[in-house]
């Protein structure tokens, strides 16, 4: 069984920073090597959106509402996820949610969720 759990939100004023971290417990070490991770973001009302991710190679991606403002890493500890976001504006406010997921031949297999982690900017 994969848990994600996620941590770091919080109120920010805009133009502020945040460092979100996502850890992933219950992967076989035969997974090794072969994990994707990303972090996702939920507005009250809209659909749930992608925001950054990162391959098991170590390639990253952003989406453009974010680009330039993040950076997506690999944590410390083993099958974690860091997001740091600067320049914060309200409309970075969302749940954000941190997924993982097998990564094999190119492809992006079924994505284990977290709860989720709440950033608020505020104006």
């Known amino acids: 069984q994969v848990e994600l759990v996620e941590c770091g939100g919080g109120s920010v004023q805009a133009g502020g920073s945040l460092r979100l971290s996502c850890a992933a417990a219950?992967?076989?070490?035969?997974?090794?090597?072969?994990?994707?991770m990303a972090w996702f973001r939920q507005a009250p009302g809209k659909e749930r959106e992608a925001v950054a991710a990162?391959?098991?190679?170590?390639?990253?991606t952003y989406e453009d509402p974010v680009t330039g403002r993040a950076t997506v890493s690999k944590g410390n500890a083993k099958n974690s996820l860091v997001l740091e976001m600067n320049n914060l504006k309200p409309e970075d406010t969302a749940m954000y949610i941190c997924?993982?997921?097998?990564?094999?031949?190119?492809?992006?297999?079924?994505?284990?969720w977290g709860r989720g982690t709440q950033v608020t900017v505020s104006s």
């Open positions: 997924a993982a997921a097998l990564c094999r031949g190119g492809h992006w297999g079924d994505n284990y």
């Open positions: 219950g992967y076989s070490e035969s997974s090794d090597g072969h994990i994707c």
């Open positions: 990162i391959a098991a190679d170590g390639t990253t």
